[in-house]
């Protein structure tokens, strides 16, 4: 049997308890890429929608990573047609993704993008001296799949929609170890302006949610993150780390109509620490 972790129970009860916006989302359709395991920040979110009443289709990266979703996916309820493996560096991955839930929604309102990757020895090493093709990696999985990814959900949002991405303070200010990820992911925050601007008048918003320092497995690739972690809880007004229910919650509340005239928006979720930092 599966175990039920502390963040899994919290969204359960939620939805046992929680009347009005608990069914913000009910009906709608949610494609959430990008969950590693049950500490991913994407899983976080997906819980969210669920909690709010959206059915959700998800990805896994690779056979070899399947295992560690599987359980994730049916505890989401998520349609056996709809978990699928989407690898942005393989060609047509991406697109199959979204042929697949053409074929089984029809339509799309909500779509979160949570994948990020940097060579190691480039996101290790000073901006300065990264290789021209440790720099267009990064670009492309952390920045260009997500234009991709709005391209293709574009003409499945037939009545709006929401797509989001993950960013982080780095692409702001200078901080420390961040390294290559800071540039990458600056652009990307800039493409979901542009995307914002572009795809507002067919009710599609964009946002590039940018949380606290949460230690994920993606994250443990960061040099000592542990670090900003505790520079985290100790300077940001809240003097609390952020969660995945944190992250979660606050990008279901944007997906819902309760947000519908917020778009292109850097939602900070990080207890504050972006306006001391």
């Known amino acids: 049997m599966t175990q039920i972790n502390p963040t899994e129970a919290f969204f359960l009860d939620l939805e046992k308890k929680v009347k009005g916006p608990a069914g913000a989302l009910e009906g709608k359709k949610a494609l959430v890429i990008g969950i590693a395991n049950n500490q991913s920040i994407a899983y976080g979110c997906a819980l969210a929608f669920r909690a709010l009443g959206a059915s959700v289709a998800m990805t896994y990266l690779n056979e070899k990573s399947k295992p560690y979703t599987q359980s994730l996916a049916d505890h989401l309820g998520v349609d056996p047609a709809l978990y699928l493996p989407c690898d942005v560096r393989v060609p047509g991955?991406?697109?199959?993704?979204?042929?697949?839930?053409?074929?089984?929604?029809?339509?799309?309102?909500?779509?979160?993008?949570?994948?990020?990757?940097?060579?190691?020895e480039d996101l290790h090493g000073r901006v300065t001296d990264c290789s021209r093709d440790g720099f267009l990696m990064a670009m492309d999985v952390s920045c260009h799949s997500f234009i991709r990814m709005a391209k293709l959900a574009e003409p499945l949002m037939t009545d709006g929609g929401s797509l989001f991405t993950m960013s982080y303070y780095g692409a702001e200010k200078v901080v420390d170890r961040y390294n290559l990820m800071g540039p990458v992911k600056a652009a990307l925050e800039a493409s979901?302006?542009?995307?914002?601007?572009e795809?507002?008048?067919?009710g599609i918003r964009v946002h590039p949610i940018s949380p606290g320092p949460i230690k994920t497995r993606a994250a443990t690739g960061i040099d000592r993150f542990d670090e900003l972690m505790d520079m985290a809880a100790a300077r940001a007004p809240s003097r609390m780390l952020v969660t995945i229910e944190d992250v979660g919650m606050a990008t279901a509340f944007l997906a819902s109509d309760y947000a519908k005239l917020i778009t292109g928006e850097t939602m900070h979720i990080d207890g504050g620490y972006h306006i001391v930092g």
């Open 199 to 202: 795809l507002g008048p067919k």
């Open 192 to 197: 979901a302006r542009y995307l914002a601007a």
């Open 93 to 120: 991955q991406l697109e199959a993704v979204f042929d697949a839930i053409g074929r089984t929604w029809g339509k799309l309102d909500i779509a979160l993008h949570s994948i990020a990757f940097a060579p190691r």
